[in-house]
């Protein structure tokens, strides 16, 4: 029974040929308010740009979830982030507490929930044990998964690199989640090796903000000739001077498969 579920919040998320735009706002978490030009320090502004240029979804955790409800609910999709840490923890611990859960995304009426995995932590072991349970639960409610699987710990030489990522994702996918969500490779050659091995649906995340919406839109496109079904984006969409022209140009070419020029048609300023 839960499946039916499951299928229907997903067919909330993924438009177009089973693909997504989904906007991260999960920053003030991950890595402090700094993150956040002034213009966009009131996450309600970030989440009005998100519905105005029609991203797919909007992935936060619950404090703003409730506190920008107005403004998201009934018009886009929530994902509510059910782990976190912050850029203040020790580096020797790099680990994702779990500071949510299925029950309250469904309360909330998300159409998803979004967990981060350091793979290759020392506290991997919790992780995986919490995000097994995860899964499960996810089963029972009917409710998609999105899994941030990102390279971290002692042994990852470089959290980019396509043997760490594609295992990552790999990891992912093997334990069941929805769509797997993870760092972009450098270049679509290296990304179609994480996408082929993932098991899963892959999108990638954006990064830290590039130099110009040229960039920025290079690889996305690069991310889709992969074989990825979208981005899950934050910095590059609500740090840049124009966010919508961003989702606009990101849509371009994730649902209609537009080229970079075409798509830059949509931005005036980055
Ligand atoms: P960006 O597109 O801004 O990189 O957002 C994607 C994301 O996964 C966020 O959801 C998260 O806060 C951040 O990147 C984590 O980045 P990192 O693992 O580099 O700290």
């Given at each position: 029974m839960s499946e039916i579920g499951k299928v229907i919040r997903l067919g909330r998320?993924?438009?177009?040929?089973?693909?997504?735009?989904?906007?991260a706002l999960d920053h003030g978490v991950e890595h402090g308010p700094s993150d956040f030009p002034e213009r966009v320090l009131d996450a309600k502004v970030i989440v009005r740009e998100a519905v105005r240029g029609g991203a797919s979804a909007i992935m936060?955790?619950?404090?703003?979830?409730?506190?920008?409800?107005?403004?998201?609910?009934?018009?886009?999709?929530?994902?509510?982030?059910i782990t976190g840490r912050t850029a203040l923890a020790p580096d020797?611990?790099?680990?994702?507490?779990?500071?949510?859960?299925?029950?309250?995304?469904?309360?909330?009426?998300?159409?998803g929930v979004a967990a981060t995995v350091y793979v290759g932590s020392a506290d991997e072991p919790l992780m995986l044990r919490e995000f097994g349970a995860?899964?499960?639960?996810?089963?029972?409610?009917?409710?998609?998964?999105?899994?941030?699987?990102?390279?971290?710990?002692?042994?990852?030489?470089?959290?980019?690199?396509?043997?760490?990522?594609?295992?990552?994702?790999?990891?992912?996918?093997?334990?069941?989640?929805?769509?797997?969500?993870t760092y972009y490779?450098?270049?679509?050659?290296?990304?179609?090796?994480?996408?082929k091995a993932a098991q899963a649906p892959v999108v990638a995340a954006g990064g830290p903000k590039l130099n110009t919406a040229r960039e920025a839109l290079?690889?996305?496109?690069s991310v889709m000739e992969a074989g990825a079904i979208g981005?899950?984006?934050?910095?590059?969409?609500w740090a840049s001077a124009d966010p919508i022209g961003m989702l606009n140009?990101?849509?371009?070419?994730?649902?209609?498969?537009?080229?970079?020029?075409?798509?830059?048609e949509e931005v005036k300023a980055f």
């Amino acid at each position: 029974m839960s499946e039916i579920g499951k299928v229907i919040r997903l067919g909330r998320i993924l438009g177009r040929g089973g693909r997504t735009v989904i906007l991260a706002l999960d920053h003030g978490v991950e890595h402090g308010p700094s993150d956040f030009p002034e213009r966009v320090l009131d996450a309600k502004v970030i989440v009005r740009e998100a519905v105005r240029g029609g991203a797919s979804a909007i992935m936060m955790h619950k404090g703003l979830a409730i506190r920008t409800r107005e403004e998201w609910a009934g018009k886009i999709p929530l994902i509510l982030k059910i782990t976190g840490r912050t850029a203040l923890a020790p580096d020797e611990s790099a680990v994702q507490s779990v500071v949510g859960s299925v029950e309250e995304a469904v309360a909330l009426g998300a159409d998803g929930v979004a967990a981060t995995v350091y793979v290759g932590s020392a506290d991997e072991p919790l992780m995986l044990r919490e995000f097994g349970a995860l899964v499960g639960k996810c089963m029972e409610f009917g409710m998609p998964l999105l899994a941030l699987m990102y390279p971290r710990g002692p042994k990852i030489r470089d959290r980019h690199g396509v043997e760490y990522v594609r295992y990552a994702a790999r990891l992912g996918g093997e334990l069941g989640a929805d769509v797997v969500k993870t760092y972009y490779t450098g270049s679509a050659e290296t990304f179609r090796e994480v996408v082929k091995a993932a098991q899963a649906p892959v999108v990638a995340a954006g990064g830290p903000k590039l130099n110009t919406a040229r960039e920025a839109l290079e690889m996305v496109k690069s991310v889709m000739e992969a074989g990825a079904i979208g981005v899950a984006i934050g910095r590059n969409v609500w740090a840049s001077a124009d966010p919508i022209g961003m989702l606009n140009a990101i849509k371009r070419i994730v649902f209609q498969g537009q080229s970079v020029d075409e798509a830059l048609e949509e931005v005036k300023a980055f």
